[in-house]
């Protein structure tokens, strides 16, 4: 009997799940039935797959999906021998502790941005009662010459954000730590200063939203385009699962274009992997993407 290779026993995987754990098809498509163990491993592994553990025990889903081939292959090979069998305990044990390392993280997940929002109010404190408020590095000074609840709103971000204003619209950066390099899902920080922007959103109900994505320039420009628009669209998300209105934001991705600080230095790439959130004018929409921005 030919040894299955792990891209055959990977392919037995999905087709495992599809076949066996449909009711309608279980009884016709699993009559040589693999043991239990092998079907808990399976339910185990694809119930983790596909829940937070992707973004928070990555590393460690990976060695469960291992853990399974092996288990897929020895039965493939073997049958229900023992081997198959204890493989098969091994690959349900190893996503039983993903389950457990994304719940543990999660946790650590949750009590951070508490840690971040209580330090955030600290800040915003201490800019109510300071007029040199600490302010990241290379932001504007924001001259603040809306009134009312967005001025306000604004005061608020201005210790954790760039804050910009020109003629007609209102522009705030989130850099630094706000994205990993190559990736588009928003770090601790950066959810903790959308809250922010949030306030700033619903003091101008009546301004249309632009989020656009930046990344800097490592890796080709085509790849690094497509990263900043996912990096928009996240942001983009984000705002509305938390009441923004869909139609008001529009999400582009930029590219390279425009690095506010110098991509030789990782601190300089870490704040041009960056989002910049444009309020536009007031009672007005955002004037369409005339095509100088990449997408």
Do not use: F
């Given at each position: 009997m030919n040894t299955p290779t792990p891209a055959r026993a990977a392919r037995r995987l999905v087709l495992a799940a599809a076949i066996c754990l449909t009711p309608a098809l279980g009884a016709a498509g699993c009559a040589t039935a693999p043991p239990a163990e092998l079907q808990q491993a399976r339910t185990a592994y694809h119930q983790v797959a596909n829940g937070q553990a992707r973004d928070l025990a990555p590393v460690e889903l990976a060695e469960a999906r291992s853990a399974l081939v092996a288990a897929e292959q020895a039965f493939d090979a073997e049958g229900a021998s023992p081997d198959a069998v204890e493989k098969a305990n091994v690959a349900y044990r190893e996503s039983q502790e993903v389950s457990e390392v994304a719940a543990e993280r999660q946790a650590e997940r949750v009590a951070l941005i508490a840690d971040l929002r209580a330090e955030n109010r600290r800040d915003v404190a201490l800019a109510e009662v300071r007029d040199d408020a600490p302010r990241p590095a290379g932001a504007p000074v924001v001259r603040l010459e809306q009134s009312g609840a967005l001025a306000w709103a604004l005061r608020r971000l201005v210790p954790l954000a760039g804050v910009e204003e020109t003629e007609d619209s209102v522009m705030i950066t989130l850099a630094d730590d706000i994205f990993d390099p190559g990736r588009a899902t928003l770090g601790l920080r950066a959810e903790s200063r959308l809250e922010l922007v949030l306030g700033v959103l619903a003091a101008a109900p009546g301004r249309a939203v632009r989020v656009e994505g930046y990344a800097d320039d490592v890796g080709p420009e085509g790849r690094n385009v497509a990263l900043s628009q996912r990096?928009?669209?996240?942001?983009?998300?984000?705002?509305?699962?938390?009441?923004?209105?869909?139609?008001?934001?529009?999400?582009?991705?930029?590219?390279?274009?425009?690095?506010?600080?110098?991509?030789?230095?990782?601190?300089?790439?870490?704040?041009?992997?960056?989002?910049?959130?444009?309020?536009g004018p007031p009672t007005s929409a955002l004037t369409p993407d005339d095509g100088s921005a990449q997408r």
């Open positions: 990096r928009a669209d996240t942001v983009e998300r984000w705002l509305v699962d938390h009441g923004v209105a869909p139609g008001r934001v529009e999400a582009v991705g930029r590219g390279t274009l425009d690095p506010i600080a110098s991509n030789a230095t990782p601190e300089g790439r870490a704040r041009n992997r960056r989002v910049q959130i444009i309020l």
